[in-house]
């Protein structure tokens, strides 16, 4: 099989697992974005991406994504970055990314703001939520949400989408989504435009669907395993 038909296949089988999981759920995959997770493959598997109709596509690490950026400016691409972000990457990443799904901490909003101005653009944020109070894999302590979702909205450039998370290693994920999901809901009683729900990957896309993601964010079970990080 050549490369574009694996991603093709990869492609339609994830949409049949997504179609499955919103008719168990009751809901309208209409509904629920995916987006493609292309760290560590190259810019070309991204280019094929396009061609066959992705326009949403997620990058976890600055100097791959603003390279694969560049050499794919001319499609009708919007980036995802969904890696841990360093305070020091801000500029660069608000340089490319049209959402950024990984703010969890006050500190990484002026340079984000700063970023999108220079861009003349609006920056989706998302708050990226910590299940399981262990800080070093990334996101914020739940009772800290507030304070940066106002933070984000009060921010020029920048637009309080929602939140993501991923769900903690050990603890099953339907939980994990659950608690999500109420986080989520307790966020919209005072932000009511942040809607999006960032959760689900290749192995538990169908617990985040049931729990109410809108949004996946999908790498492997499209384009294949990839080599292990660095
Ligand atoms: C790599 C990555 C994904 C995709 O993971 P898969 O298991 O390959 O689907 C999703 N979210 C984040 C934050 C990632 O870093």
Redesign the pocket.
Same mark, same amino acid.
């Given at each position: 099989m050549n490369r574009r038909d694996e991603i093709a296949a990869g492609l339609a089988a994830v949409r049949t697992r997504v179609e499955a999981a919103c008719r168990l759920a009751g809901r309208d995959v209409a509904g629920v974005t995916t987006?493609v997770?292309t760290?560590t493959f190259p810019a070309s598997d991204v280019a094929l991406l396009a061609e066959l109709g992705v326009r949403e596509v997620?990058e976890?690490r600055d100097a791959e994504a603003s390279a694969k950026a560049a050499e794919l400016a001319d499609l009708p691409l919007r980036w995802h970055f969904?890696?841990?972000l360093q305070s020091n990457k801000v500029r660069s990443v608000a340089a490319y990314a049209d959402v950024v799904?990984?703010v969890d901490r006050t500190k990484l909003v002026a340079g984000l703001s700063r970023g999108a101005a220079d861009r003349g653009a609006v920056i989706d944020c998302l708050v990226q939520i910590s299940l399981d109070g262990d800080p070093s894999r990334?996101g914020a302590d739940p009772d800290d949400v507030p304070v940066l979702a106002a933070r984000i909205a009060d921010a020029d450039g920048l637009r309080l989408a929602g939140v993501?998370a991923?769900a903690p290693q050990g603890v099953d994920p339907a939980d994990a989504f659950t608690r999500l999901a109420d986080a989520a809901a307790r966020l919209r009683t005072e932000h009511p435009g942040a809607a999006v729900v960032?959760a689900?990957? =290749?192995?538990d /896309?169908e617990q985040a669907l049931a729990a109410g993601a809108t949004h996946?964010?999908?790498? =492997?079970?499209? /384009?294949g395993?990839?080599p292990p990080l660095q």
């Open positions: 987006v997770v760290k997620g976890s969904v890696g841990r799904h990984s990334g993501m991923v960032s689900g990957m =290749s192995g /896309l996946l964010r999908v790498g =492997s079970a499209v /384009l395993s990839r």
